[in-house]
């Protein structure tokens, strides 16, 4: 297996995507902290360093669905996965060769972002208002995140392993699940309490009291739980860190917990997949 990861991890230093996508997340990290200095100095506004960590999840996440289906569909259409099985490759080191070599790319594109927009947040904004602890857990979670939906699409690739097909069935599944994150997140932030104008009387009077439309119970748990779990909503946390509205403070153990457990699903579920897939 140790061979096989080797020859991927040389193939991707030669793919043209993955070439781009580092330049672009390498600049984004470089441009991020010099936009919000700029805000500085425009509004005299203290700015924390803080407000760097997270901004690259949702992003390194959808390029990641481009560079997963590209580098694991080049595989099967050029007929590479049937050679490296008639030549006596087990199946499950081919894919967990796929796997990883995925991982390492999503880990790369994180840190081209995170070590020039750490090291610029640091110089030019203001001193963090998060704790070390606190930091390591939006580092951790964010990685993971990403590692989670890298897993997700080397499974989805083994069910549909064209590289156009797996590409549009990837990009349509990331979208779903940012549309799903999107209206979790419309819920999760309708106030407990706001103004309602009844009409009294033919009198429209004004009442504030609580919101019939604000989500309690049973039903709010299961949003946040669900806002957790998926992670396009792992990456909306991570991404406003809003504490008001996600609380992310307290759910970073378990979003890195969920995370954990996509991980180790899907890599099982693709080897059973890929284990039992004809490659003709």
């Not at 020039?116 to 580092?139: K, M, R, T, V």
Request: aromatic share 14%; with cysteine.
């Amino acid at each position: 297996m140790c061979n096989l990861l080797l020859a991927n991890l040389s193939r991707l230093k030669k793919n043209i995507l993955f070439i781009f996508s580092a330049v672009v997340m390498l600049i984004f990290g470089i441009f991020t902290p010099i936009s919000i200095y700029s805000d500085k100095i425009k509004y005299f506004q203290l700015q924390e360093a803080d407000k760097v960590i997270g901004g690259y999840v949702i992003f390194v996440c959808i390029i990641m669905a481009f560079i997963c289906c590209i580098f694991c569909g080049e595989e099967y259409d050029g007929g590479t996965v049937r050679n490296k099985l008639s030549v006596g490759h087990r199946r499950m080191h081919i894919y967990s060769a796929q796997f990883f070599t995925c991982m390492i790319a999503g880990v790369i594109l994180c840190s081209l972002y995170l070590m020039p927009a750490l090291l610029l947040g640091n110089i030019l904004l203001d001193a963090f208002e998060s704790s070390f602890g606190l930091l390591l857990l939006y580092f951790v979670s964010g990685i993971l995140c990403v590692c989670a939906c890298v897993s997700i699409y080397c499974m989805l690739m083994t069910m549909i392993p064209k590289r156009t097909a797996g590409t549009a069935f990837t990009t349509f599944i990331m979208l779903v699940m940012i549309y799903i994150a999107n209206q979790v997140h419309i819920l999760l932030i309708i106030p407990a309490e706001t103004y309602q104008f009844p009409v009294i009387n033919g009198v429209v009077t004004q009442i504030y009291g609580e919101n019939p439309r604000y989500p309690t119970g049973i039903y709010r748990k299961f949003l946040e739980i669900l806002f957790d779990v998926l992670p396009s909503g792992q990456a909306y946390q991570i991404f406003f860190r809003n504490p008001e509205h996600f609380q992310t403070a307290e759910h970073l153990p378990r979003m890195i917990v969920f995370s954990c457990i996509i991980i180790i699903l899907s890599f099982l579920s693709g080897i059973k997949i890929f284990d039992k897939k004809d490659m003709k």
